[in-house]
C-alpha cells in the first residue's frame, strides 16, 4: 500500500520560512495533479497550491505571491516553499496526489497524514 510521507513542519516566528516535502513511500506508475491543503484551527480543510504533471500551478489568493508549490517528476516529489508566514498560516498541511499505482490501476486520490505548522507572531 502507497502512503504519502510529508517532512518540514514546524514552528517558526512571523515572517519566517518553512519548506514541506512531500513523496509517496514506494514507486509507483504515475502520479497526475499533486497539491498542498490546510486545515487551519476551526475551520474546514482549504486548498492552498496544486501544480500538475507538466508544471502548471494554482494558487489559493490568501498565499500567492508567498508560496511556491514545486515538484519533482523523477522522485515523484512535491515541495512547497513557504515565505513570509503569517500566523494565519497556522494549520495542520496536507499533502494530496493522484497516483496511479502500476499499469493495470485506475488513479486514486492519496492524502498525506498532516504536519504541523505553526507560525507565532
Known amino acids: 500500500q502507497v502512503q504519502l510521507v510529508e517532512s518540514g513542519g514546524g514552528l517558526v516566528q512571523a515572517g519566517g520560512s518553512l519548506t514541506l516535502s512531500c513523496a509517496p513511500s514506494g514507486r509507483v506508475w504515475n502520479i497526475g495533479v499533486m497539491g498542498w491543503y490546510r486545515r487551519n484551527p476551526g475551520k474546514q480543510r482549504e486548498m492552498v497550491a496544486t501544480?500538475?504533471?507538466?508544471?502548471?500551478?494554482n494558487y489559493a489568493d490568501s498565499v500567492k505571491g508567498r508560496f511556491t508549490i514545486s515538484r519533482d517528476n523523477v522522485e515523484d516529489a512535491v515541495y512547497l516553499q513557504m515565505n513570509d508566514l503569517k500566523p494565519e498560516d497556522t494549520g495542520v498541511y496536507y499533502c494530496n496526489a493522484f497516483i496511479t499505482r502500476t499499469i493495470r490501476t485506475i488513479p486514486t486520490n492519496y492524502w498525506g497524514q498532516g504536519t504541523q505548522v505553526t507560525v507565532s507572531s
Open positions: 501544480v500538475t504533471f507538466d508544471g502548471t500551478t
